[in-house]
């Protein structure tokens, strides 16, 4: 198809091209109109003193040893359940790796609480929501062995929440849908060009022998 071809058979059927532009406009007002995510994370480590009478603070377990059991703790599914009857609906909680990928070396027991919610407001207290847990848990942990209350081990605050949106009114977003329906457009124009001029020429026929 010749460049006066193209051009006529979107001149032709400019409606086509009106219909997808209507559509793509749809799209582009749902993509102004979807709503703001906002994820939060805040990182903990976790604190111990050298006090005898605390079972966690012999040599086996270690530190980063608690930090992955409190963080399987908060992440098993009973307590999923009560934190997410509790209002957050998506947290996670993972131990942070300091060593390489293959070979995880965990030399620092930290840890990272994340969570999402609609409002910035929201995200921070779910976040403080599962942050308290984890301190719940760790207690409990220890209470459950009979530790020296002077000697338990705590979880001390590395850096604090700040929500940050991660779904909005994005510019690419934007640009992708007005691609898509110039594309799909332009596709959709060449793909009936022909069927429509059949149809045209058949009516045509019609209306003489009438």
């Known amino acids: 198809m010749s460049a006066v071809e193209f051009a006529a058979a979107l001149r032709r059927r400019w409606y086509v091209l009106a219909l997808v532009g209507l559509c793509t406009v749809v799209a582009i007002f749902a993509v102004h109109k979807r709503s703001i995510v906002y994820v939060a994370c805040q990182g903990f480590y976790v604190s111990g003193s050298a006090l005898d009478g605390n079972v966690y603070l012999d040599s086996n377990p270690s530190l980063p040893m608690v930090t992955g059991m409190v963080t399987q703790t908060v992440m098993s599914q ?10 957050v609906t998506d947290y996670d909680v993972t131990q942070t790796n300091t060593g390489e990928i293959r070979f995880p070396a965990y030399t620092e027991p930290t840890l990272q609480v994340c969570a999402s919610a609609a409002t910035p407001q929201s995200v921070l207290a779910a976040t403080r929501l599962v942050s308290a847990d984890l301190h719940a848990e760790l207690r409990q942990m220890q209470v459950a062995q009979h530790a020296d209350p002077n000697s338990f081990l705590k979880i001390v605050s590395l850096f604090p929440a700040a929500p940050v949106p991660i779904l909005g009114h994005n510019t690419l977003a934007y640009v992708g849908v007005l691609l898509f329906g110039a594309v799909a457009g332009i596709a959709l124009t060449l793909w009936s060009d022909p069927w429509l001029t059949r149809r045209d ?3 045509r026929a019609q209306g003489s022998k009438g």
Request: aromatic share 0%.
């Open 201 to 203: 020429r058949r009516r």
């Open 78 to 87: 009973p307590v999923q359940q009560k934190i997410h009857a509790a209002g």
